[in-house]
Each structure stands twice: as C-alpha cells, then as structure tokens.
C-alpha cells in the first residue's frame, strides 16, 4: 500500500486543521492506521490510531479530547480531525499502516508503511 499525507498548513492557536492519508494500491480499511509527530530537533511520536479491527481509537494525551482519527471508506483515506490546536502541535505529521503484528500500535516499529508527511505550523 501507498499513502499519501495532506492537509497541513500554517494556522494560529485554536484553529483547525483536517489532514488526510490516502491509500493507494490496496484497501485502507485493511489496515490500522496511525498518525505520528515530528517536532524539529525532536523523535517522531504516536499520535493517534485507528484498528483495522473494531475500528478502536487511541490518542496521545497531548492531544485527547483536540483531535480525532476517522475513516472515509468513500476516499480510502484515514482523516485527522485537528481541534484547539496550540503552538506545541506544530511538526511534520507522518500517517502509516500497520500490516505485522510487531511491537505496539504506539510505536513507529509497529507499522510498515509509511507516507511523506505534511508539515502542520501552529503560530501563537
């Protein structure tokens, strides 16, 4: 599977942002999927994920409650759904898909796949 990331962009605290991961190649719906942050000079970090089975959701605390991960079947695409958004949000956002079983859902070793990144900037 290919994914394509999009939908970042500059936008100031307490905006909103939608970013998307679209598939290509095979069904998205076929995979978990999860959404990982990079901050400059910073590890790329577990943001949020959706299960290929049930179709569970996880967050990072940092973002509990702001963000929301979704499916569109329609576009065979995994959205983004960014609320609140604080300058602290800011970093090159990576979606990927989890094909093994290996380590955990909040890992990057956990997923196989992986898109470019969208770069999301949060001016205070």
């Known amino acids: 599977v290919q994914l394509q990331a999009s939908g970042g962009g500059v936008v100031q605290a307490g905006g909103s942002l939608r970013l998307s991961c679209a598939a290509s190649?095979?069904?998205?719906?076929?995979?978990?999927v999860g959404w990982f942050r990079q901050a400059p000079g910073k590890e790329r970090e577990f943001i949020a994920t959706?299960?290929?089975?049930?179709?569970?959701?996880f967050y990072a605390d940092s973002v509990k409650g702001r963000f929301t991960i979704s499916r569109d079947n329609a576009k065979n695409a995994v959205t983004l759904q960014m609320n609140s958004l604080k300058p602290e949000d800011t970093g090159v956002y990576f979606c990927?898909?989890?094909?093994?079983?290996?380590?955990?859902?909040?890992?990057?070793?956990?997923?196989?796949?992986w898109g470019q990144g969208t770069l999301v900037t949060v001016s205070s």
């Open positions: 959706l299960t290929r089975i049930g179709g569970s959701t």
């Open positions: 990927a898909a989890r094909a093994s079983s290996r380590s955990t859902v909040f890992n990057v070793a956990g997923y196989d796949y």
């Open positions: 190649g095979r069904t998205i719906s076929g995979y978990t």
